[in-house]
């Protein structure tokens, strides 16, 4: 497997649900991102792991909890999310911690919240 | 506040002629531009950039051009091709978070035979 792989690429929960999206990146990177796609929306930054210390949080709510064991896996733990958190996740890496770097990006994750 | 906008969500151009996207920006502290191509099912794939020094970068048939006092971007495709008919979008760093991009909601291409 190379590049970001991303799992699972469709999930559907419910508001009381608890789920955890998975990144694995096969590039030697040290820094990971998670990213938020809502429909007609920019891509906004969530949070960002830099040699597995999260260096930024983008005030994202507390239902949303980032979990880096690695340089090569990122988790998103989602809990008692809102339909409104329903949107597409988008995993990255990057060599260096800096957006003039080139990010590599996952298929992502759809996620649906009922 | 969308500091980073694609007005056009949608173009639609003939193989063989010039794609032009725009993107404009409202913050001045912006100091390095990016476009990200996006096909569908698939993660955004960086394209090229610009550092705010320059006035234009070219890679190939891909040239994107800054234009730092109004505030503008564009990416140019010469000639376009059926395959570069994806979503692109522009991102810029800095802003006072020289950490994170903006992005904007990107511009569909379409490029017909």
């Known amino acids: 497997e190379t590049g970001v792989t991303q799992t699972p690429r469709h999930l559907v929960m419910g508001m009381t649900n608890k789920k955890s999206l998975k990144c694995e990146q096969h590039?030697?990177?040290?820094?990971m991102y998670w990213y938020k796609q809502s429909a007609k929306k920019p891509l906004e930054l969530m949070f960002v792991?830099?040699?597995?210390?999260?260096?930024e949080n983008n005030s994202v709510p507390s239902r949303f909890s980032p979990e880096c064991p690695n340089s090569s896996h990122l988790f998103l733990h989602l809990h008692t999310l809102q339909p409104e958190d329903s949107a597409l996740y988008l995993c990255?890496?990057?060599?260096?911690?800096?957006?003039?770097?080139?990010?590599?990006f996952g298929p992502g994750t759809r996620l649906t919240v009922t | 506040d969308q500091q980073v906008k694609q007005n056009s969500p949608s173009l639609s151009v003939q193989e063989g002629r010039i794609s032009i996207l725009n993107c404009d920006y409202t913050?001045?502290?912006?100091?390095?531009f990016l476009w990200y191509k996006k096909y569908p099912a698939e993660g955004p794939t960086f394209l090229i950039s610009?550092?705010?020094?320059?006035d234009k970068n070219e890679d190939g048939r891909f040239t994107v051009f800054l234009n730092k006092s109004a505030k503008h971007l564009s990416l140019h495709i010469v000639p376009s091709q059926p395959g570069d008919s994806a979503v692109y979008f522009c991102?810029?760093?800095?802003?006072?978070?020289?950490?994170?991009?903006?992005f904007g909601t990107g511009t569909r291409l379409q490029v017909t035979l």
């Open positions: 990255a890496s990057s060599q260096v911690w800096d957006p003039a770097y080139e990010q590599y």
């Open positions: 590039l030697g990177h040290n820094a």
């Open positions: 792991y830099n040699f597995k210390e999260q260096t």
């Open positions: 913050n001045s502290m912006f100091d390095y």
């Open positions: 610009i550092s705010s020094i320059k």
């Open positions: 991102a810029a760093r800095g802003g006072g978070t020289a950490s994170k991009l903006t």
